[in-house]
Structures are given as C-alpha cells and as structure tokens.
C-alpha cells in the first residue's frame, strides 16, 4: 500500500513542476548563449536572474501543492486505501520545493558554462544520503510513506546547499552573490520566451501522463502498484535520456552564440548515435530481467507480472523518444522553443487524449491502454 501510494505521485509531482524546470532550461540556453558569445556580464545577470525566480517559483509551488494536495489526488481518482498516504507524501514533497527549484536553476546554470562535474558529485552524494535515510526512516523506523517523503525532502535540502555553497565560490562570471540577488526584465524576458514554451510542454505532457494515471488506477492496487515500480526501474532511462537532451542544448546553444552552426549540426548527430548506444542498451536490460528487477521491491506474483507487462509494451520505444529530446534541445539551442512544443504537444498529448477518451472505450484493457506510448512516440518523432 505504501508503494502505491509514492507510485501514484509521479505524474501530478511531475505535472506541477515541470512548468518551472522548463524555465530553468530557458537559464541554461541564455547563460550558455551569452558563454559562448563571451558575454561576461550577462552571464552574471543571468545567474542572479534565475537564482532569484527559482526562489520564487519554489515557494509559490510549495504553498499551491501543500493545500491542494489531497483534492488532486481525488481528481486523480487515486484508490481510497492508499490516498492517505499519498497526500502525506506528497505534501512533505511540496514543504521542500523552493530547494527542489533552487537546485534545478542553479545545476542548469553550472552545466550551461561546462560544469557537468560539480552538479554530478552533488546528485551522486545525494543519492547515497538518499538511501541512507531510507533505510532509517523506512527499514528501521517503519514510517512507510511519510518516511519516504521526509528522506526526500532532506536529500533535495541537501543537494541544494551544496550547489549553492559552489556556486558562491565559482571562479568566474558565473559566481552567485546572495546580496545581488533579483530580477534584470531582459534576462527574464529571454528565459521566459525561451524556456516557457519547454515548461508548457512538459506540464502538456504531463497532464496527458495524468489522464493515463487515472485510467491506470481503475484497473485496483495492484495495477497502480506495478505502474509505481516501472516507473522506478525506467528511470534510469529516463534519466540518460533528458541528461543527453540537456547537453545538445547546452552544446547548440554555446555554438549559437558562438556562430560556430555547423559544430552545431555535428553534435546533434554525435548525440543521436549516443543515444541509441546507451538508451537501446538499458532497454534491453530491462526487457530482459524486468521481472527478477520487480521482486527486488514486493515479493508479490500478480504485481511482477503487470510490471513485466508494462515494461515490454514500452521499454522497445525508448529510443524513439531519445530522437524527440535531441531534436528539440538542438532546435532550442538555437532560442527556437515554439515549434518543438507544438509539434511535441501535438503527438504526444492531443493524440493520447484521443486514445484514452475514444479509443480506449473500444478495448478497456492494460495492453491497450500501453499501446498509446510506442504509437505517440513514433508519431512525434
């Protein structure tokens, strides 16, 4: 039930917060743009221009999402036996957005100027205290779900300290004065048009994530539970995939701003060719021992088997959806955000409505539910 619970708040967290991290990826291009055009000074503004909206947006996240939190989930149709605990984590998840905000603006700032190991040593350290509070919280204390959220909570409080403390001792324009802190309109302009648009099309496609969470939910626990875990165990693909879109848009956008277009051209291939390498082969690992992966979190037969199902309905079309990240963070690089979101917005979140509301009624069934990624992947991409 616990499980559950946590599983079933992947798509509205990532609903409510994917509308800032887009405007994060808006701080990266300028930052990287003004970078590689050797724009010391906006690179500056851009730093404290992003710290500054990070706070904001955080702390308006966290007092929206900590009041509405139960009245989402019942929108969410989330099963009764587990919304009490959904709410409690979600809520302890919300108390820590302006650090979840803090870190995304602030790590997006550090790669745009070729800091990829710092962000990188502080999420890895993360991820180990992470664990370690778990166990406490969860193993020994048995606190379930509201340990789960507390031991992520003071992770994210964690990594957002150690990102700032860098940041405040960058060696160049880049370096965070806490006392400058606030808002230059042209550099705000510039990440809002930019990094709007991302923001709207990953909140779009969030909501089309929602929809397929609710019709998930109707299916009882165990469906809901499996979803959960594929989620959990995709991840890592997840991961690599929006690591490897943010850095052909970083890559673009530094060779934008420097004029160098066809440097440009040649990491958006090298990227697409990373990308099957390494997305083509974790998804094969998961095809393969999906089910040994499963029982590693509930020793429960009818769960194993619904996770195993999910992920060999999807796990084949990773790929494709790698050439939808590399495309737009190239095309984005350029300062171009309208058309990926529109076309993105299109393919996979008219064509899932579509599914759900009139295809679906056809075949209320899991398999035929899971058919709407692989088809609106292909279609996007």
């Not at 790669?111 to 350290?125: E, F, K, M, Q, Y």
């Not at 991840?235 to 004029?259: C, D, H, K, P, Y």
Request: contains cysteine.
């Amino acid at each position: 039930t616990a499980l559950a619970a946590v599983g079933s708040n992947g798509s509205l967290i990532n609903l409510l917060v994917n509308l800032f991290v887009g405007l994060s990826l808006g701080a990266n291009v300028v930052a990287a743009r003004c970078f590689g055009a050797k724009d010391e000074r906006g690179v500056q503004n851009t730093v404290q221009t992003s710290v500054t909206l990070g706070l904001v947006s955080g702390v308006l996240l966290a007092v929206v999402g900590f009041f509405a939190a139960r009245g989402l989930l019942e929108l969410m149709s989330c099963p009764e036996d587990v919304i009490d605990l959904s709410a409690l984590y979600l809520k302890i998840y919300f108390i820590g957005m302006p650090m979840t905000m803090l870190y995304n603006f602030s790590s997006a700032l550090l790669r745009a100027v070729g800091d990829t190991r710092g962000p990188a040593v502080i999420i890895a350290s993360g991820c180990l205290v992470n664990a370690v509070l778990d166990v406490i919280f969860v193993a020994v204390l048995h606190m379930e779900a509201l340990g789960c959220g507390i031991a992520v909570a003071l992770t994210i409080c964690s990594n957002a300290t150690m990102i700032v403390i860098r940041m405040m001792h960058a060696p160049g324009a880049w370096r965070l004065s806490l006392s400058k802190l606030g808002i230059d309109p042209g550099i705000c302009k510039s990440m809002i048009s930019c990094g709007l648009p991302l923001g709207f099309q990953s909140a779009a496609y969030s909501i089309s994530n929602v929809l397929i969470q609710v019709s998930v939910n109707s299916f009882g626990a165990d469906v809901t539970t499996a979803w959960g875990l594929s989620g959990r165990l995709d991840g890592i693909v997840w991961m690599v995939t929006e690591a490897l879109g943010v850095s052909i848009t970083t890559f673009s956008a530094q060779n934008f701003g420097a004029r160098n277009y066809e440097r440009m051209r040649k990491g958006y291939h090298t990227s697409l060719v990373l990308s099957f390498i390494l997305i083509g082969g974790l998804s094969a690992v998961l095809l393969v021992f999906s089910g040994p992966l499963s029982r590693l979190f509930v020793d429960d037969a009818s769960i194993s088997a619904y996770t195993t199902t999910i992920l060999h309905f999807i796990a084949p079309f990773y790929a494709i959806f790698s050439i939808i990240e590399n495309a737009s963070g190239s095309i984005r690089g350029a300062g171009v955000s309208l058309q990926p979101m529109l076309l993105t917005i299109f393919g996979t979140v008219v064509l899932r409505v579509i599914w759900v509301f009139a295809i679906m009624p056809f075949d209320p069934s899991l398999e035929h539910l899971l058919l709407v990624y692989p088809v609106t992947w292909v279609i996007t991409a």
